[in-house]
């Protein structure tokens, strides 16, 4: 199970979504995270926690993706929030 840190705002930009520290948050995280559309979607499930599986089912009823790639592409996504720091 994957959960985001509190502290974190989402908003959109342009055709951009960034996630934004507040409070004691941005003494741990320096800057925004940039989230295309589909990062925004799986960002908001990982505001209530989810596992890989129901992120890659969230891929793959929104987007025609196959369900293999829709894993990948979850796994690369929790990597670079785990770099950021801003998961659980």
């Known amino acids: 199970m994957f959960k985001v840190k509190d502290g974190f705002i989402v908003r959109k930009i342009g055709n951009r979504f960034m996630a934004v520290p507040v409070g004691s948050r941005t003494s741990e995280i320096h800057g ?16 209530q926690g989810a596992d890989i599986e129901t992120l890659a089912g969230i891929l793959t009823d929104n987007y025609d993706v196959e369900h293999s790639v829709a894993v990948s592409d979850v796994e690369s996504f929790l990597d670079g929030l785990k770099e950021q720091g801003a998961l659980q």
């Open 32 to 47: 925004m995270i940039a989230l295309s559309e589909s990062g925004a979607l799986l960002w908001a499930a990982l505001e």
